[in-house]
């Protein structure tokens, strides 16, 4: 697979907390303190957060997280345009569901975003690329995030280079085996940790053996991977079930320098928040640290708060 390749450019600028933030159309992020001195990112808003738009899916995946079903409902995207507003000109927001490319606002929704100055991005079931391909090219998405679950469907997979070089293959932990990651050469990719919740709970208990095996090969393959992947990254949940820090022979320094930090962990010294991230429930309008959080740590908001007051929210509970 060949892409063109262009110098990237600027596409956002601003300044959060105590550094400053530049994004480039290829995906990169620079983080720099405005005091040389720091040694840690604080924020007064999120650079990104994840927004969760459906519970509508016909995937029937069995370790499906989120427990979304045909019978799931749509969020009243309306109801978020107070906060929407309140984002900052370069905040990036990641597109989920469910299946968020059937939701009947999307279109106005991106829309929304993109004349905000908003950067989002959409994550699609594999099983639903074909169907729907033409809408996703369409509404042309920074970034988009395919969760793969049949690396032997080569259409699929040539869809997906069509798609650009802004895709990135996501796979989960325990679920896909070695063959899976064989064709994922040369392409950008994501691994996420296994989430024990709702029907990822029940699939984990029937399956636990297999999962556990598949995770700790792919410790053993990380290497292997890390070599031929164009990019490789881990959400902290991965981070944790793999330890790629150990399997990849890296430097505390080395790892320090990419690590971007934990979801829980909140505050500095000085009661600063430390996270930049945080997870939107549109559909039970419902805040939290992540879409793992424990359902006692998840916070009823109306749509009306400022995105700032929302991420200081979502810390509630953990102490400073």
Known sequence: ?????????????YDNGNHRVTLFSDGTKIKETINPDDDHFTYEFPESF???????????????HENSTKNGKHANIYALRDMLDSC????????????????????????????????????VNQKHLQKYFQLIKTL?????????????????MRLIDELGSNVVIHTIAGVLTPKDY???????????????????HDNLSKHTAEIQANIEQLK???????????????DCLALKQLNPKEC???????????????????????????????????????IARSSTAPMDKRYKFTG?????????KSCEGYGK
């Open 50 to 64: 994840d927004l969760k738009i459906t519970d509508y899916c016909d995937a029937g995946c069995a370790y499906c």
């Open 140 to 156: 042309d998405f920074a970034g988009i995030g395919v969760s793969l679950t049949d690396s032997s469907n080569k259409k699929d």
């Open 1 to 13: 697979m060949t892409w063109k390749r262009t110098s990237p450019s600027i596409i956002a600028k």
């Open 304 to 312: 009306s708060e400022k995105i700032s007051e929302l991420l200081a």
């Open 248 to 286: 990849l022979g890296m430097t505390d320094e080395e790892f320090a320098n990419i690590y971007q930090g934990d979801d829980y962990e909140m505050f500095d010294k000085d009661g600063n928040l430390t996270v930049g991230t945080m997870f939107i429930d549109a559909v039970k309008m419902e």
């Open 220 to 234: 053993k393959d990380l290497p292997m991977i890390a070599k031929n992947a164009r990019a490789l990254s881990f």
């Open 88 to 123: 900052k000109p370069g905040t990036e927001i990641a597109i989920g569901g469910g299946n968020a490319l059937e939701h009947p606002s999307l279109f106005a929704l991106v829309g929304k975003m993109k004349s905000n100055g908003l950067i989002p991005s959409i994550t």
């Open 182 to 200: 064989s064709v994922l050469r040369d392409r950008k990719v994501l691994i996420l940790g296994y989430k024990d919740i709702r029907r990822g």
